[in-house]
């Protein structure tokens, strides 16, 4: 029996979050990826420690190591086959094969990360991951993703209630309301040198 609190946990946890791995690796996206982190993270003054909220197998993670090499890296991820991976990455003590919903934070870091994951998270649970983000930082976080001015469902590969678009960093910032918006900025698919989904990332931080 599953113990999973939605069904969207249980699609990322199974053969469709195996095969998202083959398709989001290689040295294409690393290179996007290096791009991307050294803009959205132009304006921050320390990370010495992040967590990556659904890492899959750390493509992420890998370009902030490369970014901030001395940084130490832990990441959450619900899918068993990419938590393997991961582990190989950053030391499988530093990972948490288990969903967000479940993750309990031990400590905080500079920087929690989240990225093409909220939008894939079950409307009704956002309350919940947005907790989890705040608690495990001191400082900054980072959300990238699908964004819309309002809630919309939309199909994502052919499936119903597995992709939804909204104001997270809004919704994030109405909720905690010592954070501040440092930058934000959009992403594009269409980018001559450096494409990545057309993501728009916020720059939030605490507080101090």
Known sequence: MSTFKTPQEEFWAGDFGDQY??????ANLLA???NFFTKALAQVQKMDSC??????IGMNL?????????AKFQGVEINPTAAEE???LIGKENVFNQSIFDFAPKGKVNLSLIKGVLIHINPDML?????KLYEATN???LIA?????????ISYRGHADRLFKRDFAGELMDKYNDLRLVDYGFGYRRDNKFPVDDITWFLLEKGI
């Open 21 to 26: 791995i083959n398709r989001n690796q290689g």
């Open 32 to 34: 996007s990826n290096l």
């Open 51 to 56: 967590i990556e909220f659904g890492a899959n």
């Open 62 to 70: 890998k370009a902030l190591g490369l970014i901030f090499p001395n």
């Open 86 to 88: 991961l582990g190989d």
């Open 127 to 131: 309350p919940t991951v947005y907790e």
């Open 139 to 141: 400082r900054y976080i």
């Open 145 to 153: 993703e699908y964004y819309n001015p309002s809630p919309v469902a």
